[in-house]
Structure formats: C-alpha cells, structure tokens
T-cell receptor, first 110, second 114 residues
C-alpha cells in the first residue's frame, strides 16, 4: 500500500539555525499537505501544495513539492522556540484519504 | 466558527471492553475522518464518513466501526478492546471528501487499555 516516509525522525537545532524535513511517497500524489503538532496537541494544517514543482512561503517557512509529485520538503529559516513540535506531511493520491508521514520532531535549543 | 470537539478527553478501559468516542465537526463541514495516533507515530487513517455513509476505510479490523449523524457529528466504536488499541484518537472534519480539503482536527481522546 501507499507509504509516506519522512526524514529525519528527530532534529535538534540551536535557535537561529535552519531546519529542513523531507517527505517521500511510494506513489505519485495528487497533492500534499503539511501539518504541525505541538507537544500534547493535535495536528494543525499549515499549507497545501498541488502543482508539480510548486513552492510556497509562509514567513520563515518554505514548502516545496517535487517535480514528480512524489516528494516534498519543509524548510524553516532561523528557527525560533515557537517552532518546536512535530511536522507531518500528508499525501493524497486521489482516493478518499490522506496518508500521514512518519513525522519529524523538532526541538529548538535557546 | 465552532471548531472540532471530541469527548471524552481521556478514557481508561479494560481489555475486552467496548468504547464509544464522540466528535462534533466544525460548522459547515460535512465530512468526518477518524485517525489513530500511537505514541511517537503519525496519525493512521481509520475511516471517513460523508453524508452518514462510510466513504473509505483504512487497515483496521471490523471491531472498529463508526456512525455519522444528520448534523454531521460522528462516533467511533471499538469492540473487544486490545492493549494495542491504546492511542490518541483524532477526529478531523473537512468541507468535502476529496483532495484540496484541509483536515481540521479536534484535541483527541486519549484511550488507555489495561
């Protein structure tokens, strides 16, 4: 079945450093969404990418969808302590469901 | 705008028992999806309901069942609880069933099976 993997599993950075998480799907996706889950919280929608090669920015966050629509990345510039949490990608392959990735847990050291 | 609400927030059950979890979808949303999130893992899709019908199902056994009501609220029922059912159960509502619909999650129900 469809699988969505993320790397790295964990990332510790010093405040101010950059952070990137990568998402890879075993199948071609119709779109991909990114969510952030704070410790003890629930996933919160960040953004959706639909087009091949699409790049979107939200302040310090840059999201990219691969040309083959099988991979995606999230890059955070100059991390802050408020960026702490687990970042999930969720791929949609045209069926009724989103498949969530394994997540990347980010810790930011002040 | 009312967000997604789930009840109860925490629950402790014994192996073999049955449990019902409840979810009220965000106003204006007609689709509800249920996810199971084990500790340190990503959410795993259980099933989705649209217009009171099951619209799709993940790799979960039949003892996981659900309902959706005319007001789009939903229930998740789990029979014959097993220890591995201990997890955070998340309900997510969306405006429609297909892609391009962000999922709006509730705070979840933490189920512990002993």
């Amino acid at each position: 079945g469809q699988q969505v993997m993320q790397i790295p599993q964990y990332q510790h950075v010093q405040e101010g450093e950059d952070f990137t998480t990568y998402c890879n799907s075993s199948t071609t996706l119709s779109n991909i969404q990114w969510y952030k889950q704070r410790p003890g919280g629930h996933p919160v929608f960040l953004i959706q990418l639909v087009k091949s090669g699409e790049v979107k920015k939200q302040k310090r966050l840059t999201f990219q969808f691969g040309e083959a629509k099988k991979n995606s990345s999230l890059h955070i510039t100059a991390t802050q302590t408020t960026d702490v949490g687990t970042y999930f990608c969720a791929g949609h392959s045209g069926t009724y469901k989103y498949i969530f990735g394994t997540g990347t847990r980010l810790k930011v050291l002040a | 705008e009312t967000g997604v609400t789930q009840s109860p927030t925490h629950l402790i059950k014994t192996r073999g028992q049955q449990v019902t979890l409840r979810c009220s979808s965000q106003s204006g949303h007609n689709t509800v999806s249920w996810y199971q999130q084990a500790l340190g893992q990503g959410p795993q899709f259980i099933f989705q309901y649209y217009r009171e019908e099951e619209n799709g199902r993940g790799n979960f056994p039949p003892r996981f069942s659900g309902l959706q009501f005319p007001n789009y609220s939903s229930e998740l029922n789990v029979n014959a609880l097993e220890l591995d059912d201990s997890a955070l159960y998340l309900c997510a509502s969306s405006f429609q069933t297909g892609p391009n619909s962000p999922l709006h999650f509730g705070n979840g129900t933490r189920l512990t099976v002993t």
